[in-house]
């Protein structure tokens, strides 16, 4: 019997080869040598991966200019501009990630390299979903990056809450994943074909006169996708996840599994299902009311400050969605300049709650907060950027993501829903400010941190990036516009 091996373009899977091949490199030298690798080797090593990973995106956005988009590996994986940009994104955000983990690991006496392989890992597969053009290969980066989260949640063995908190998302992740892979089987019950092509063509020259079964399985398959971002309903187990898990870990979470899951839930509905939007929009528009508000009102009544976070979380997932709901290209582009925004500045802010959480992780109510920047200007002032630009303050990039994402919503027939999370925002712009004003209390109780230079320069790069392309936002939005989907 003949096996005919499908043709593979190597440039198109680079970056994901190369994350991969790095985290399988530190395994190795891990294994076969006798001393332990030291924590800056680990660290410059991911960082160096992560920057060719980013570099390999540039040629490859270069070579799609050129010569268009395109499927290989037997149309399973896409090649074009959207899984390009949002590869970018990932890369560079997790290679912010391992800088700031580094303090993190330093202040808790952690020993071993297994942080920078998961990490690497887990970003290897937020990039296949950013990539994917099958639902299969959707499935497996979604496994890839959920396996490498459960085990750093609990990385942390000295502290219990940790390992609760492990334990509380392998759960619900799990049951999220079955879903979402029943839901796919459903899918490729009602169209014969699990690539996300095939699936659009089927739904372009068919008319399905009962097509429960396929309701169902994009049904499941959203549902399966609103875990993972951590869209309410759905997001029962974001505050104590983010709250145990170690707070440079928390960032990763908060930003790349979202440009990952972002990626792969708009590949699907957008580029395989846009023809069913009637369908699917009603339950989008119900996790953007739901998300937007719960995640703003629930934040109101934190008193730590990583619960704050994993609320508000919750309200940008709302706001992401708003993208969605849209189902415009316009939607799209919005959407992507969210999380390409997004991304840095989450990861800065909990580098900050790291390094004032100490070293047991204990230190992070609201309170212990108040006068840092009368204590420490520079580090109180950084943190103020970030939490306004994640308020969207006029002038920093946050403004111009929620702008982009609700004209898009309005722009197709959706000045309610863009009314609604407004209000929303209001109500989010709240909790924010309080807590920018309590760090300029004059009844500060805030201790003096040391800010080590790794978490320094990824604290530099939230707020640069906050501020430049908050007055400057023109080159991120154009490269999100020229990011399109790969449409039949």
């Known amino acids: ?40 080797v680990a660290t410059v090593t991911s960082a160096a991966v992560c920057a060719v990973a980013t570099i390999v995106s540039v040629f490859q956005w270069s070579d799609v200019s050129s010569h268009g988009e395109s499927t290989t590996l037997a149309h399973a994986v896409a090649y074009d501009g959207f899984g390009i940009v ?78 609760e908190a492990a334990l509380k998302y392998l759960l619900l992740g799990g049951f999220a994943s079955a879903l979402f892979i029943y839901g796919a089987a459903l ?18 020259h068919n008319f399905i006169l009962q097509p429960g079964v396929l309701v169902a399985g994009v049904g499941l398959m959203l549902v399966g996708f609103a875990f993972k971002v951590a869209a309410v309903p759905f997001h029962t187990w974001s505050p104590d996840v983010y709250e ?21 839930v708009l590949r699907i509905l957008i580029g395989a299902l846009g023809t069913q939007a009637t ?28 619960r704050l976070l994993a609320y508000s979380s919750i309200n940008h997932a709302g706001f992401m969605l708003l993208g969605l709901w849209s189902a415009t290209p316009r939607g799209v582009a919005g959407t992507l300049y969210y999380v390409m925004t997004y991304a840095p500045v989450v990861v800065a802010t909990f580098t900050i709650v ?11 109510e609201l309170g212990g907060y108040r006068g840092l920047a009368r204590r420490q200007p520079l580090l109180g002032a950084a943190l103020a950027v970030l939490l306004l630009s994640q308020a969207g303050a006029p002038f920093t990039t946050g403004f111009y993501a929620k702008f982009a994402v609700l004209t898009a919503a309005v722009d197709a027939g959706g000045a309610w829903i863009g009314v609604a999370v407004m209000v929303a925002a209001s109500i989010a712009g709240y909790f924010y400010i309080r807590l920018v004003l309590s ?31 908050g007055v400057w936002p023109g080159p991120l939005e154009s490269l999100a516009q020229h990011a399109v989907l790969l449409l039949p």
Do not use: C
């Open 1 to 40: 019997m003949t096996i005919t091996m499908p043709s593979v373009n190597y440039l198109a899977i680079a970056p994901i080869l190369v994350l991969l091949g790095g985290s399988l490199a530190l395994m190795m030298i891990a294994a076969l040598t006798k001393s332990r690798v030291s924590l800056g």
């Open 86 to 163: 949002a590869t970018a994104i990932i890369a560079v955000t997790t290679l912010l990630a391992t800088l700031s983990a580094r303090d993190w690991i330093a202040r808790a006496r952690t020993v071993g390299v297994e942080f920078h392989i998961l990490l690497l890992a887990a970003a290897a597969g937020a990039m296949m979903m950013a990539q994917a053009n099958d639902l299969i290969v959707v499935f497996l980066g979604l496994e890839i990056l959920s396996i490498g989260l459960y085990v750093l949640v609990a990385y942390d063995r000295h502290r219990s809450t940790s390992s």
């Open 187 to 204: 899918t490729y019950g009602g169209t014969g074909t699990t690539t996300l092509t095939g699936i659009a063509y089927f739904m372009a």
């Open 244 to 264: 145990g898990a170690p707070s440079p870990v928390t960032g990763f979470m908060a930003s790349v599994v979202k440009v990952g899951a972002f990626a792969g």
């Open 279 to 306: 369908a699917w929009r009603p339950l989008v528009a119900a996790l953007v009311i739901l998300s937007t508000f719960l995640g703003a009102g629930l934040a109101l009544v934190q008193s730590n400050i990583k």
């Open 354 to 364: 790291s390094l004032r959480g100490g070293v047991n992780e204990d230190l992070h």
């Open 439 to 469: 760090l300029y209390d004059t009844h500060d109780s805030a201790e003096v941190v040391t800010v080590p230079r790794t978490s320094a320069f990824v604290i530099a790069v939230g707020v640069l990036s906050a501020l430049v392309f």
